[in-house]
């Protein structure tokens, strides 16, 4: 303890600091200094018999967990969140005891910088190859060389129109920055995405790894903007009740909003010509993990690519699969309507949603918007 | 000695166990503040991130200011909702089944978790939510108000709801432990009802108006959901961008400053509430009543 | 006495009541209704949203995580809030002002603050997350709310009558049960149903510092993102209606608690 304490020390007066060693340094101040030594020192012993995943609720739906307890014995439990950023910050922080992730290509780059992922070995995968093509290299997954996530769904965020309002068929991001639609216009709050549309607008190549004058650029955009737009949407469940009721006729979305169509609402789905983002949801191993866990997890991450999983999670609640075991059980007109058959012609236009090189940069550009 | 005076077995655990558990947390909330922010040169301690949030161009501070406000604002408007309502509960209801009727219906709202009640008010203020629905289906409007849903007025109008019941229970519990015959005093030494109301009733709640200040002040301010669910793109306020400090853009150190920053300023807020209720109960008739941390009588 | 009885006041309440249920009768309607949408007109009557909610056993598992830390955590948090009131109101302590200060400031800090902070420290303490660590954690958030409560009574208590008491010769004890107690408890019974409240409620500490399980809130959280589901308003309705019948079923014997009080 005095060792790591001297590193510390040394490192945070030297400038050299993680927030990682921060928190390390407080505690070791706040334990020795509060209560002389650890309280308990008592470490779960993870069995493989069950590990836990963190996960969002439509992934883990327990009919989608079922078959796996039943083939294999082992038991999934959750730790359910809202956004992946939240788990982040409580792996960080230690003892959070999730040794299975979902999070997705957009945030992927965060994650391994927080260090808290540990390498997959692929070899062990026996369904890793019936990954789609591409998927087993996309950008955001590996790491100086090894793979962290194994993608197992996937999708584009679009921009997204009620054709009964707009009455043309439409492809360019501009009509999301036109005047004619003056409060009928939503744009997203989170991950930086809004910054991210306004630099595809705008042409710029890199809309990840965007240099000074180009945020300044994208800042000025949105601003602008900001007075046609009618909400910045956090859930899919706002921006599915904005689309079905017509209080907005354009957007930028994701898939989920697709399922008002059951319900009559010609809302359609674009591949604007300036691109769109593609994203896939992936599954990483965290240090969480120890080598029965890690047995546990990589059974899963099988599972997940397997026959059952994929099928299911297109049925019921709309997502893609990355499984071309999955596709070949689906039936024809489920694999139509998620564009499942020819995946490359879907993302013709797809540029892959990597998190931002510089996050902090781009949330001054959003809090400048926001304030604004 | 009585044991409510031995300041050991009264305040002793819950200050140890503040000491225990609450210190480390902001204790590394303070440092992280003082250090370097991420892609910041700037050595150990530094004011660099209090720099930043306290700069006027980036519109922090107006932020904060706007975040003061709304929760000020809110505390008033609970005031007005929940005076009347306490007073007619606590004094003019002879009948408790009836006092304890509204203060459960009022209560079992709130097994309703705070997101669904949030929710809710999309349906009621979205354009074709229940109001615009009544007002255009009656023909008293052609076309729905649009500035109802999205903006301060439906931030303002969720954080009221979601708050309000507490300054009513402690106003009606303040309320009801007024002696009648105070009252009584009152009327026989011929103060008109309003009098009887400002120069006796007032004062002798005081406590429960600051206290009923505090609870609805404080949850206000540190919440995020109503301005994201409901503000659409006004809903700016300083704990969302505290939110989006340490999750999104994980820079913790400027974060920890803001938040720092909205500690200091609740509290003095929390103060000034205090001081200004002890002025008004005094302003109202009865001088020497003690408020906030004072020492009893 | 003659009491206030200005239709004022009566409207007051009758709009304060309004303002109370309305959203939460909109949440009961729109549980019955087929579209999944929060918008009017309501296109017809539906169970379905009910089956999906008995169909899912997660929220029956985290209702039951969620009660029994707002459980544990109401009656702990009661216990030192109501002490903290006498500690504040009643004690001499040196630098009482600070203490007093100190003693309120897990308050005013972000509870998703908190939460992160309190993650750090217990892991740091070498105490393994789970349910203890939620129970502490929300012991830190509640127990202020508490403290404030029984304040606002006991700041206007005359300590005449705990002198009477004794010069009658009652113990310390008794004095507490038959005097102190039985005034200050309707504060008191406020306090312990705020915390629950507000335990039951808590998303952020229950997600930092909570480990093996997933509460009410956290779950709902999770659903929410990709919409909330009309299952969800559902429960809402069912677990108003299910309070309101217990309620009704002791009614009569909290009316005497009341009562007795008076």
């Known amino acids: 303890m005095t060792d790591a304490s001297d590193r510390l020390t040394h490192d945070l007066f030297n400038g050299a600091r993680s927030r990682r060693d921060m928190l390390k340094l407080l505690g070791i101040a706040g334990a020795a200094g509060l209560l002389g030594g650890p309280l308990l020192s008592g470490r779960a012993q993870a069995a493989a018999k069950h590990f836990t995943w963190g996960t969002n609720a439509d992934y883990a739906r327990p009919e989608f967990l079922a078959p796996f307890l039943k083939a294999s014995g082992i038991e999934v439990q959750t730790s359910l969140f809202a956004d992946p950023s939240e788990i982040i910050t409580k792996l960080q922080s230690g003892g959070a005891g999730v040794e299975l992730l979902t999070d997705g290509s957009y945030h992927a780059q965060i994650t391994y910088d927080a260090g808290v992922l540990k390498p997959i070995d692929t070899s062990k995968l026996k369904n890793w190859s019936k990954l789609i093509p591409g998927f087993d290299k996309a950008a955001g997954m590996i790491y100086d060389g090894k793979t962290y996530g194994v993608p197992y769904a996937w999708g584009t965020d679009s921009m997204v129109y009620n054709h009964g309002i707009v009455g043309q068929d439409v492809d360019d991001l501009a009509i999301l920055f036109d005047k004619e639609f003056a409060g009928r216009i939503a744009m997203p709050n989170g991950l930086f995405e809004s910054v991210v549309v306004a630099a595809l607008y705008l042409g710029i190549k890199t809309p990840f790894a965007m240099d000074k004058d180009q945020l300044d650029a994208v800042a000025e955009v949105l601003i602008k903007q900001k007075p046609l737009v009618r909400s910045y949407w956090n859930d899919i469940g706002d921006l599915k009740n904005l689309m079905a009721t017509g209080e907005v006729a354009v957007c930028w979305g994701w898939q989920p909003l697709l399922e008002i169509r059951k319900y009559d609402v010609d809302v359609r789905w674009t591949h604007p010509k300036q691109g769109e983002l593609a994203w896939y949801d992936a599954a990483f191993l965290t240090r969480d993990a120890n080598a029965e866990s890690e047995a546990a997890c990589l059974a899963f991450i099988d599972y997940l690519l397997g026959e059952q999983y994929g099928a299911m999670i297109g049925k019921d609640i709309g997502y893609r699969t990355t499984s071309t075991a999955a596709i070949a059980t689906m039936d024809g007109k489920l694999v139509d309507s998620l564009d499942l058959a020819k995946p490359d012609a879907f993302l013709k236009n797809a540029v892959w949603w990597t998190s931002p090189t510089n996050p902090a940069g781009y949330q001054a550009v959003w809090d400048k918007v926001l304030n604004a | 000695m009585r044991f409510s005076r031995y300041p050991l077995i009264t305040g002793g655990p819950w200050l140890l166990l503040l000491l225990t558990f609450f210190v480390l947390p902001i204790a590394g909330l303070l440092l992280l503040s003082l250090s370097p922010g991420n892609g910041s040169a700037a050595a150990f301690p530094t004011l660099d991130n209090y720099r930043g949030i306290l700069d006027l161009a980036s519109g922090r501070p107006q932020v904060l200011a706007r975040t003061l406000g709304v929760a000020l604002g809110v505390v008033l408007l609970a005031t007005l909702i929940a005076l009347p309502v306490a007073y007619y509960l606590a004094k003019g209801v002879r009948s408790t089944r009836l006092q304890a009727l509204v203060l459960m219906l009022v209560t079992v709202t709130f097994l309703v978790g705070p997101l669904i009640r949030t929710v809710s008010w999309r349906g009621i203020l979205g354009v074709k939510g229940l109001i615009n629905t009544a007002l255009t289906s009656s023909g008293l409007l052609d076309a729905p108000i649009m500035a109802l849903l999205y903006g301060r007025p439906a931030v303002i109008a969720a954080m009221t709801y979601n708050s309000f019941p507490f300054m009513l229970f402690t106003l009606f519990l303040a309320m009801r432990t007024i002696d009648d015959r105070y009252l009584v005093a009152a009327r026989d030494l011929g103060a008109s009802a309003n009098a009887t109301f400002w120069r006796i009733v007032m004062p002798l709640a005081a406590p429960g108006l600051c206290v009923g200040a505090v609870l609805v002040f404080v949850p206000t301010l540190s919440t995020v959901l109503e301005p994201e669910m409901l503000g659409g793109t006004s809903g700016r306020l300083t704990t969302t961008e505290i939110r989006d400090q340490f999750f999104h853009a994980l820079n913790w150190p400027l974060g920890s400053a803001l938040t720092v920053l909205l500690i200091v300023a609740g509290g003095l807020a929390v103060g000034l509430l205090a001081a200004l209720l002890a002025l008004f109960a005094r302003a109202c008739g009865r001088v020497g009543l003690s408020l906030g941390s004072g020492g009893g009588r | ?262």
Not at chain 3, 46 to 64: C, F
Not at chain 3, 91 to 100: C, E, P, S
Not at chain 3, 195 to 202: I, Q, R, T, V
Request: hydrophobic share 60%.
């Open chain 3, 1 to 262: 006495m003659k009491r206030p009885r200005h239709p004022f006041l009566l409207l007051c309440t009758l709009a304060m009541l309004i303002y109370a249920l309305v959203p939460i009768l909109t949440v009961i309607a729109f549980s019955f209704n087929p579209l999944p949408f929060y918008a009017f007109p309501i296109t017809g009557f539906t169970g379905k949203w009910y089956a999906a909610l008995v169909a899912d056993p997660r929220i029956g598992a985290s209702l039951l995580a969620s009660l029994g830390i707002a459980t544990l955590v109401a009656l702990l948090a009661t216990l030192l809030g109501t002490l903290f009131a006498f500690f504040v109101v009643r004690a001499q302590a040196r630098f009482k002002r600070l203490w007093v200060a100190f003693g309120f400031l897990p308050l005013v800090v972000p509870v998703l603050v908190l939460a992160a902070g309190l993650q750090v420290a217990f892991v740091e303490l070498g105490l393994p997350l789970g349910y203890p660590t939620v129970i502490i954690g929300h012991t830190l958030y509640t127990s202020p709310f508490v403290a404030l409560m029984v304040m606002a009574q006991l700041l206007r208590y005359d300590e005449r009558l705990d002198d009477a008491a004794r010069d009658l010769g009652a113990s310390q004890r008794q004095m507490l049960r038959h005097v102190t107690l039985p005034i200050l408890w309707p504060s008191i019974r406020s306090g312990l149903l705020l915390a629950f409240l507000l335990s039951f409620n808590e998303w952020a500490i229950a997600f930092f510092t909570g480990r093996g399980f997933n509460t009410l809130p956290m779950l709902i959280y999770s659903m929410a993102r990709n919409g909330l589901p009309p299952s969800v308003l559902a429960y809402s309705a069912l677990a108003v209606a299910c309070v309101l019948l217990v309620a009704g079923m002791i009614l009569p014997f909290a009316l005497k608690l009341i009562r007795g009080r008076a």
